[in-house]
């Protein structure tokens, strides 16, 4: 499985992005376990939000009723909408999907592909 991320960029203090991961193998998005994750220069990697098989939706604190998860299974595609963005959401974000998984996608997943990264930087 091959994941692709898109829509990063750079973007001022409260302003929006929409992150983009296509899945190289279709029903991925519909069948298993997706995520986004983010890291920071210096900093842990960090899960952001995840997606189950059947579109139960969780978030990390720190971008509740910011962020929003979201996927296409027509078009085996992940989203992150990020909207109020701050200077401390600036990281690397990944996609990632767990194909052994298809619930319970935040305390029990582990995350077996992952896609190269997109940087969003907020200033």
């Known amino acids: 499985v091959q994941l692709v991320e898109s829509g990063g960029g750079s973007v001022q203090t409260g302003g929006s992005l929409r992150l983009s991961c296509a899945a190289s193998?279709?029903?991925?998005?519909?069948?298993?376990?997706m995520a986004w994750f983010r890291q920071a220069p210096g900093k842990e990697r960090e899960r952001v939000a995840v997606?189950?098989?059947?579109?139960?939706?969780a978030y990390a604190d720190s971008v509740k009723g910011r962020f929003t998860i979201s996927k296409d299974n027509a078009k085996n595609t992940l989203y992150l909408q990020m909207d109020s963005l701050k200077p401390e959401d600036t990281a690397m974000y990944y996609c990632?999907?767990?194909?052994?998984?298809?619930?319970?996608?935040?305390?029990?997943?582990?995350?077996?592909?992952w896609g190269q990264g997109t940087q969003v930087t907020v200033s």
């Open positions: 990632a999907a767990d194909t052994r998984r298809m619930t319970v996608c935040w305390s029990y997943a582990q995350y077996n592909y």
């Open positions: 997606i189950s098989a059947y579109g139960g939706t």
């Open positions: 193998l279709d029903t991925v998005a519909g069948r298993y376990c």
